[in-house]
């Protein structure tokens, strides 16, 4: 049982490029989130999904698009990348909406020179 | 504005110790209030949730307490192992259609054997 897992774990891009993280989740459940973790700042919500098909914003999506085609599968994207985007990246998946557990992944480090 | 603040950066204690963590918080009013391990280079991992109507929450050596007079949650390890030694967040969600799960920076443990 895989839990939720996330591709790729490493990235470096160059100021303007553009990328797509995927995170994948076996568990079925309904709700996906990604989050970004920077020194001091904790865990800062970017965007969440309900459901297939539907997304919304968290506390910190400028910069950021989402995608939820499939419901085992969350695609967070950069369109052009700028260096405040360097970030460890989290996705996670729960049964409840931010009631209970949330699965994580492993994380996504991703650098913009 | 909305702020969930825990304790120190970092705490050592010695072995068979019990470690205290603190996490306050202002201008919420949390539904749900969890606690997460994290360890350097992996994602968080789910440890308890207590929710607003609990005051005390125990799974084997851990206790939680949740207070929303003093608008604070204790995390408490006793008999800490050097194992117990990782980074531990607190989040917050509240009731309703606004909420979301809200991490604090969290606390570094080391405990010394």
């Known amino acids: 049982n895989a839990g939720v897992t996330q591709t790729p774990k490493f990235r470096v891009l160059k100021t303007g490029q553009s990328m797509t993280l995927l995170c994948a989740q076996d568990?079925?459940?309904?709700?996906m989130y990604w989050y970004r973790q920077d020194p001091g700042m904790g865990l800062r919500l970017i965007h969440y999904?309900?459901?297939?098909?539907?997304?919304a914003k968290g506390e910190v999506p400028d910069g950021y698009n989402v995608s939820r085609l499939k419901k085992q599968n969350f695609l967070l994207g950069l369109e052009s990348a700028a260096p405040s985007q360097t970030s460890v990246y989290f996705c996670?998946?729960?049964?409840?909406?931010?009631?209970?557990?949330?699965?994580f992944g492993e994380g996504s480090r991703l650098t913009v020179l | 504005s909305q702020k969930i603040e825990q304790n120190s950066e970092a705490l050592n204690i010695q072995e068979g110790k019990t470690a205290t963590l603190t996490c306050n918080y202002t201008?919420?009013?949390?539904?749900?209030l969890q606690w997460y391990r994290q360890d350097p280079g992996r994602g968080p991992v789910f440890l308890l949730l207590?929710?607003?109507?609990?005051k005390e929450k125990r799974k084997e050596r851990l206790k939680v307490t949740f207070d929303t007079t003093l608008k604070q949650s204790l995390f408490h390890i006793t008999a800490s192992q050097p194992a117990d030694s990782a980074t531990y967040l607190c989040?917050?969600?509240?009731?309703?259609?606004?909420?979301?799960?809200?991490f604090g920076s969290g606390t570094q443990l080391t405990v010394l054997p």
């Open positions: 996670a998946s729960s049964q409840s909406l931010f009631a209970g557990e949330l699965f």
């Open positions: 568990m079925n459940h309904e709700y």
């Open positions: 999904s309900v459901g297939e098909g539907t997304t």
């Open positions: 201008n919420y009013s949390p539904a749900y």
């Open positions: 207590i929710r607003e109507n609990e």
């Open positions: 989040a917050l969600s509240s009731a309703g259609s606004a909420r979301q799960l809200t």
